[in-house]
DNA sequence: ATAGCATGTTGTCAGCATCCACATTAACTG
DNA sequence: CAGTTAATGTGGATGCTGACAACATGCTAT
């Protein structure tokens, strides 16, 4: 639906022409340096040099915005993690390891944009879409995690179970990682560390 | 700090007597109702038949009474998970069990309190008590896993990761379990259930 | 050219946080 | 018991914000 403008408008125009991308670059910025309650439409607006009502034309509101930002953010993630289920080789359990660990890892590499779809205030606007990819990302993450289960040391846990905990333990390393409360108060903590630990923890291997 | 007013006012005062704990009280109804987003202090104030700036007295600014709210709840939990410990007798597998267990509880008993510590944008206010608290119970929960070690499956795993393990076990628990998003996406989900099968794995015992 | 549409602008309004001067009460002190 | 002081609440002013409405501009297709 987004229109490619393939000109490069260099001098001053009436229209913006990028101006949705922007914004949600802009609040992305916005939202990684001071957080989601920091951000403001019109401060978005002046920073763009647009008007301060400009962005209705692309967000009803402000939390069609954060609403645009989560449905991206998801999309984002959710290939992502499957993308490095299908690299890591045909070893069923390797698949599933490669799924958790690029799943948490792209919490800590887009903090902002986990910040937004982990906030209960955005996620409470969630659509049809989000909820969608959501549903399918389960019905992957099921099939491997039966094609791993061979290979486990607890082949006997249910699968739904080891699902909700592999979910339970991607947001609560998101939570943790990147949040500086936690980092600080923690005990020294290396991210890389700590998933490789979880990721063992959570689909041990056999040998 | 707080004052213990022993009489009971019901003619319509100039003071209002006990501000302080009903506006955290009204504000965690709120919260729990709308999200921290729709909190509002002016609403606050008229919701508690008080002047539009009467809440500054005991909260600077809605940073603040959310802070506040979030020290108490801080306490509330650790204390509330603490002595789950001390209750479940003196084996040390079954205590550090019960720790865990106690905390995800407290999460989903308390939706609103668990929201206000899991924000960002409260989190990022935490004073020195806060943190003194957390590491304390860092300090406790140590000892509680390092007691435990010996009766379980995997006593080589260093205590830190544990610890930590643990503790993004409890956050992301509370996230997925209190929020609607998940709750709705996910397989068909029963809180106590899924926190027993997290302990199990968390913690597994030796038998 | 011109009608229609997407996009951006200016103007306006209510709600809110924050600050300030002032009012009232409770607690302390001699 | 009287007078002082600190704590608490009031009312108004200011500036920022989200939201809406009416208008302006430029692109595109007929």
Redesign the pocket.
Known sequence: MS?A?DVLNDDE????????DELIAAAVDVIGREGVAA?????L??DL??????P???F?????LLSAIMEEAYEDMLTTTVDAGYLAGDNPAHRLRAMARACMRWHVDNRALSEVIRNPDVSRTAGRNVKEVLAAFYIHSSRAILGAQGQSRNPERPVEFVYLNMIVSVVGAASVLTDPLYVETLPALDADELIDDMVDHLFPLKD
Do not use: F, I, Q
């Open positions: 229109v403008y125009n009436y229209h913006h022409g990028n101006l949705r951000l403001s439409l019109r401060a607006a002046r040099d647009v008007s301060h009502s400009a209705t034309r692309h009803k509101n402000k939390a069609d």
